[in-house]
């Protein structure tokens, strides 16, 4: 598609469930950013990748938390016995590169509720 | 840590008027900012971007502006229209890939 693609775009789950969140970003984007959203807070990094590999993860909030990149395309993000903190919207972008003048483009998120 | 903040959390305009958004940010080795718009249910939306090496910069209806002296950014919005009501964040770019948002400012538009 012609934007970032997120889904599901609403999860709601049961504390101690693992959830899997999926991006897929603009075609031809090489780098890819996941980041989280509490509500009416601006938006927390939590994780950077360069093609596959994810040279930043300093913004995973715990070891519950991974994300994968395979193709260098769609990216999962991973919550395990998620906790009702974790509640949140999980935001993915994505640009042509990292650096230079290349903005990050959002999609629309996955509305994430922890019962 | 350092971080990127909004003057003001919210912002009532009336409609047909300017607006103006302000941000302050901290990290004085940023070289890259961008406006966001978020609408209600959806993703941050690109509005512009700057880079350290320039003042001013021009868009459709929006122009942003940067005093790297007393590190301030701010968005103005021309004739705003009712689709102008949303959260605007600025964010800055601290290393190749890392974006620090601030809080957001929300924008009303009163007809």
């Known amino acids: 598609g012609a934007g970032v693609s997120q889904s599901p775009s609403n999860k709601v789950t049961e504390k101690g469930k693992d959830v899997e969140l999926r991006c897929d970003p603009i075609s031809g984007h090489t780098a890819l950013y996941w980041y989280r959203q509490s509500l009416g807070q601006g938006l927390e990094f939590l994780i950077y990748f360069q093609g596959n590999s994810a040279p930043d993860k300093s913004g995973l909030p715990s070891d519950r938390f991974s994300a994968e990149r395979t193709g260098g395309s769609v990216s999962t993000l991973t919550i395990q016995r998620t906790q009702q903190e974790d509640s949140a919207v999980y935001l993915c972008?994505?640009?042509?590169?990292?650096?230079?003048?290349?903005?990050?483009?959002f999609g629309d998120g996955t509305r994430l509720s922890i019962l | 840590g350092e971080s990127v903040g909004l003057h003001l959390p919210t912002l009532s305009v009336q409609e047909g008027d300017n607006s103006i958004i302000n941000c302050a940010y901290s990290?004085?080795?940023?070289?890259?900012f961008i406006w966001y718009k978020q609408e209600s249910g959806k993703g941050p939306q690109f509005i512009i971007d700057i880079r350290s090496n320039m003042d001013k910069r021009q868009g459709q209806r929006v122009t942003v502006l940067l005093n790297k002296t007393v590190k301030h950014l701010s968005l103005q919005i021309a004739a705003t229209q009712p689709g102008d009501s949303a959260v605007y964040f600025c964010?800055?770019?601290?290393?190749?890939?890392?974006?620090?948002f601030g809080a957001g400012t929300t924008v009303t538009v009163r007809a």
């Open positions: 972008a994505s640009s042509s590169y990292a650096g230079g003048d290349q903005p990050q483009h």
């Open positions: 990290n004085s080795a940023s070289d890259y």
């Open positions: 964010a800055e770019r601290t290393n190749d890939y890392k974006l620090s």
